[in-house]
């Protein structure tokens, strides 16, 4: 239908919408749900996005994403609800069952976490993404993963609980943790199933009250041991005493007088917006966050659309933000009701708290100015610099999607190999993917081989991610002709026509030029081109290297990464 007759048709519905507040819901040709939405006046909202004269002249939205949004609207549902406020609940509700793709919503897809104390002899802790009936004691739900994970940390090092997976039945040589103060050992029969207990019972006290509890706990029982004359358990609880105080340093660096509280502040790029989020517990800063989003609706919109959709099992009495919000009270209204506590969202204005909004702000600059998702690497002109690269390699398509692969490992063991992507000359990190290598042997022409492989398989099989679906403009690869003309193979019998070149290697292991399959392409003599190719290749190591030191400590400890 045309587009122009589209909107005219839906206009016509809407104007029979009794002028009531409410929720309106966009749906695609497929029927499904793209966005939802809350109107004070549903008719009134609803005419801004149906209105012809608008669409005709485009600039006149005030985005692009909600222009992209409406050429997909076919159809909407509404419902009427009895206030503006209703209408904001109700749209909270139906944002987090349905997450529509124009709405806005957080990126970190790891849930709610919960740490999980097992009901077994030796008791561990661990990070779970769910309570199961079993027995076992909980912590949480905790928003942040990485507060959850570094609780467990912090707890396990602290009380030298085990976080591997042995069995404790049988003596066995003790791990790396033990050697480094992080473990009691249990598997090697270091400590007693009683005291083991005990440093379990003040892990947990830990998590759920905080170090300053059990600090004077520990205290206690360091006199009454002295004055018993168990000098070596007075000692033990000694080291326990100072590496809890040391944690406890390490949280403080930030504090304020409010004990709890949420501290956020948003930054604008070109075209993403980072929000950095500053979590406060007993007046000491425990831990940060941050977020992106595109950089497409008003602050005070985001800012509300931000804090609706992080504010779902857990928010503080106080949450500070650097600028005005719209729907504020509402949304005061609507967090207190659901967490039956009084909730201030407050707007500093000078002070401590404004110097933390400052503080928030400053790093939030920091990690937008040096994300991989928005900054260039230094590179000017990225379309220019595409189409030389495309000249030099004599290739008909300028290479906007770049793949580039890298294999790691040390004689054939933890054999792994990623797959990184540029796209327009800047790295596109959520595309990003991971292989373990099937054999472990020292053969860089068969792991390669393998890998370009499977992700050639990924491509042909239709159930994968959107990412192995696309094809790339050119491949790069880890090396010089043999491996392009070993490659070059692979793609052409899987009948692909995709350009591969090696980036070679100087003896300091930096690129210094491109092979194809039977000549080497010098890229010196170009500045721009040079330092894109570098810093592709330094990408792809980089990321080939932590994967492999990762799998490569946890096969060593023998024990479970959080």
């Given at each position: 239908?045309?587009?122009?007759?589209?909107?005219?048709?839906?206009?016509?519905?809407?104007?029979k919408?009794?002028?009531k507040?409410?929720v309106?819901?966009m749906?695609?040709?497929?029927?499904?749900?793209?966005?939802?939405?809350?109107?004070?006046?549903?008719?009134?909202?609803?005419?801004?996005?149906?209105?012809p004269?608008?669409?005709?002249?485009?600039?006149?939205?005030?985005?692009?994403?909600?222009?992209?949004?409406v050429?997909?609207?076919?159809?909407?549902?509404?419902?009427?609800?009895?206030?503006?406020?209703?209408?904001?609940?109700?749209?909270?509700s139906?944002?987090k069952?349905?997450?529509?793709k124009?709405?806005?919503?957080?990126?970190?897809?790891?849930?709610y976490?919960?740490?999980?104390?097992?009901?077994?002899?030796?008791?561990?802790?661990?990070?779970?993404?769910?309570?199961?009936?079993?027995?076992?004691?909980?912590?949480?739900?905790?928003m942040?993963?990485?507060?959850?994970?570094r609780?467990?940390?912090?707890?396990?090092?602290?009380?030298?609980?085990?976080?591997?997976?042995?069995?404790?039945?049988?003596?066995?040589?003790?791990?790396?943790n033990f050697h480094?103060?992080?473990?009691?050992?249990?598997?090697?029969?270091?400590?007693?199933?009683?005291?083991?207990?005990?440093?379990?019972?003040?892990a947990?006290?830990?998590i759920?009250?905080?170090d300053e509890?059990?600090?004077?706990?520990?205290?206690?029982?360091?006199?009454?041991?002295?004055?018993?004359?168990?000098?070596?358990?007075?000692?033990?609880?000694?080291?326990?005493?100072f590496?809890?105080e040391?944690s406890?340093?390490?949280q403080s660096?930030i504090?304020?007088?409010?004990k709890?509280?949420?501290?956020?502040s948003?930054?604008?790029?070109?075209?993403?917006?980072?929000?950095?989020?500053?979590?406060?517990h007993?007046?000491n800063?425990?831990?940060s966050?941050?977020?992106?989003?595109?950089n497409?609706?008003?602050?005070s919109?985001?800012?509300?659309?931000?804090?609706?959709?992080?504010y779902?099992?857990?928010?503080?009495?106080?949450?500070?933000?650097?600028?005005?919000?719209?729907d504020?009270?509402?949304?005061e209204?609507?967090?207190?009701?659901?967490?039956?506590k009084?909730?201030?969202?407050?707007?500093p204005?000078?002070?401590?708290?404004?110097?933390?909004?400052?503080?928030?702000?400053?790093?939030?600059?920091?990690?937008?100015?040096?994300?991989?998702?928005?900054q260039?690497?230094?590179i000017?002109?990225?379309?220019?610099?595409?189409?030389?690269l495309?000249?030099?390699?004599?290739?008909?398509?300028i290479?906007?999607?770049?793949?580039?692969?890298?294999?790691s490992n040390?004689?054939?063991t933890?054999?792994?190999?990623?797959?990184?992507?540029?796209?327009?000359?800047?790295?596109?990190?959520?595309?990003?993917?991971?292989?373990?290598?099937?054999?472990?042997?020292?053969?860089?022409?068969?792991?390669?081989s393998?890998?370009?492989?499977r992700?050639?398989?990924?491509?042909k099989?239709?159930?994968?991610?959107?990412?192995?679906?696309?094809?790339?403009?050119?491949?790069?690869?880890?090396g010089?002709?043999?491996?392009?003309r070993i490659?070059?193979?692979?793609?052409?019998?899987?009948?692909l026509?995709i350009?591969?070149?090696?980036?070679?290697k100087?003896?300091?292991?930096?690129?210094?030029a491109?092979?194809s399959?039977?000549?080497?392409?010098?890229?010196?003599n170009?500045?721009?081109?040079?330092?894109?190719?570098?810093?592709i290749?330094?990408?792809?190591?980089?990321?080939?290297?932590?994967?492999?030191?990762k799998?490569r400590?946890?096969?060593?400890?023998?024990?479970?990464?959080?």
């Amino acid at each position: 239908m045309d587009m122009i007759l589209k909107l005219k048709k839906l206009k016509e519905i809407t104007k029979k919408i009794p002028k009531k507040p409410g929720v309106y819901i966009m749906k695609d040709f497929q029927d499904k749900i793209i966005y939802i939405g809350k109107a004070k006046i549903l008719p009134n909202r609803l005419l801004q996005y149906f209105c012809p004269e608008i669409f005709e002249n485009k600039s006149k939205y005030n985005s692009v994403k909600t222009l992209k949004m409406v050429i997909q609207i076919e159809n909407f549902d509404y419902i009427i609800t009895n206030s503006e406020y209703e209408a904001l609940v109700l749209e909270c509700s139906l944002i987090k069952i349905h997450r529509p793709k124009y709405n806005i919503l957080l990126k970190d897809a790891k849930g709610y976490h919960y740490i999980k104390a097992t009901n077994e002899k030796w008791r561990r802790l661990r990070l779970v993404s769910r309570k199961e009936n079993d027995n076992s004691m909980y912590f949480g739900p905790y928003m942040s993963y990485f507060s959850a994970k570094r609780m467990i940390e912090e707890a396990c090092g602290i009380f030298k609980i085990a976080v591997c997976s042995k069995s404790f039945d049988s003596k066995s040589k003790p791990c790396l943790n033990f050697h480094i103060n992080r473990c009691s050992a249990p598997c090697a029969g270091e400590i007693s199933i009683e005291d083991y207990e005990n440093n379990f019972k003040n892990a947990l006290n830990f998590i759920e009250n905080g170090d300053e509890n059990i600090l004077n706990k520990l205290k206690n029982d360091m006199i009454l041991a002295s004055s018993e004359m168990q000098f070596e358990r007075a000692a033990k609880i000694r080291n326990t005493i100072f590496a809890l105080e040391k944690s406890h340093q390490n949280q403080s660096v930030i504090s304020n007088k409010i004990k709890e509280q949420d501290v956020i502040s948003f930054v604008c790029g070109d075209e993403k917006i980072c929000v950095e989020v500053f979590k406060f517990h007993k007046g000491n800063l425990f831990i940060s966050e941050n977020f992106f989003f595109e950089n497409s609706e008003s602050l005070s919109f985001i800012r509300s659309e931000f804090i609706k959709t992080y504010y779902q099992n857990f928010a503080p009495v106080q949450i500070t933000i650097d600028g005005e919000i719209q729907d504020h009270k509402l949304i005061e209204k609507l967090l207190s009701e659901k967490f039956n506590k009084k909730i201030k969202i407050s707007i500093p204005k000078k002070g401590e708290q404004l110097n933390l909004i400052k503080l928030c702000k400053e790093n939030a600059e920091s990690i937008l100015n040096n994300s991989f998702d928005n900054q260039s690497f230094g590179i000017k002109n990225n379309e220019k610099i595409l189409q030389n690269l495309a000249k030099i390699l004599n290739i008909n398509k300028i290479p906007k999607y770049i793949e580039s692969y890298d294999i790691s490992n040390i004689c054939g063991t933890d054999n792994v190999g990623v797959m990184v992507v540029f796209k327009n000359g800047i790295p596109l990190k959520h595309a990003y993917r991971k292989f373990k290598i099937k054999k472990d042997f020292p053969n860089d022409y068969a792991s390669i081989s393998e890998l370009l492989g499977r992700r050639i398989n990924r491509f042909k099989n239709g159930k994968y991610d959107e990412y192995f679906r696309k094809i790339p403009d050119i491949i790069l690869i880890d090396g010089g002709m043999v491996h392009a003309r070993i490659i070059s193979e692979i793609v052409k019998k899987n009948g692909l026509n995709i350009p591969i070149f090696g980036m070679v290697k100087n003896e300091k292991h930096k690129t210094r030029a491109l092979a194809s399959e039977d000549k080497i392409i010098e890229i010196k003599n170009n500045d721009e081109i040079f330092k894109l190719i570098c810093e592709i290749q330094e990408e792809t190591h980089r990321f080939a290297i932590n994967y492999h030191k990762k799998l490569r400590m946890k096969r060593m400890l023998g024990e479970n990464i959080f």
